[in-house]
């Protein structure tokens, strides 16, 4: 049907504009992933955590103080913002944030294989251990009230932002779009007690 062609010949039109999207979009990614990385940092610096805020370089990463290091001084056990899958097949690292593809992007509870043998005393197929206490701890059921599930061996809060507020909010108050973000970090740091009994630190 000639409807069908409609996209196409829109495409065509605009073929100036679209190619540009690519260098366009990878602007808006580093302005906004910095946006947030700084709303985490200062979350971090209030609750007084430990953390890394380099989301497109490296990896947002941050912990409470008293989670401990390995030996190395690496985090065995801390929060991360990831895209739930490890295959991210997206065209763009905005696109899961912005509601825009099927994948997801929010914060991840990473629980550090030594910590799950420590606790089962298993030593081996962690990755099942893993799955298995996570899901049978008690502490769950509150968790899962205020948003976050068991996805494989992560325990995950998904995050999205509103794409007309960003829009309308961009480029210079970018920080106003961010409310989904400050929701979730709420929702990280008034549970720490059931976290720290996830980890076997103390009980809620």
């Given at each position: 049907m000639p409807e069908k062609y409609d996209v196409h010949r829109l495409v065509i039109d605009?073929?100036?504009?679209?190619?540009q999207v690519p260098k366009i979009i990878?602007?808006?990614q580093a302005e906004v992933f910095a946006a947030i990385d700084l709303r985490i940092?200062?979350?971090a610096k209030?609750?007084?955590?430990?953390g890394v805020f380099h989301f497109l370089e490296d990896e947002?990463?941050?912990?409470?103080?008293?989670w401990e290091n390995d030996e190395n001084g690496?985090?065995?056990?801390?929060?991360?913002?990831?895209?739930?899958?490890?295959?991210?097949?997206?065209?763009?690292l905005l696109s899961p944030l912005l509601g825009a593809s099927k994948h997801k992007l929010g914060f991840k509870l990473i629980v550090s294989n030594e910590t799950i043998a420590s606790l089962t005393g298993q030593n081996n197929k962690l990755g099942q251990a893993k799955k298995k206490y996570l899901s049978s701890n008690p502490t769950m059921k509150h968790l899962e009230k205020v948003g976050?599930?068991?996805m494989r061996e992560y325990i995950f809060l998904p995050v999205k932002l509103d794409a007309t507020v960003l829009a309308s909010s961009y480029p210079a108050s970018i920080s106003d779009s961010l409310?989904?973000?400050?929701?979730?970090?709420?929702?990280?740091?008034?549970?720490?007690?059931?976290?720290?009994?996830?980890?076997g630190l103390s009980r809620p």
């Open positions: 605009n073929f100036r504009i679209l190619e990878e602007e808006i940092e200062n979350f209030i609750e007084m955590w430990d947002t990463a941050f912990k409470p103080k008293h690496n985090y065995l056990n801390y929060f991360s913002l990831d895209y739930i899958e490890d295959d991210n097949d997206d065209n763009y976050f599930y068991l409310l989904p973000i400050d929701e979730a970090l709420k929702k990280i740091s008034n549970p720490t007690p059931y976290f720290d009994s996830i980890l």
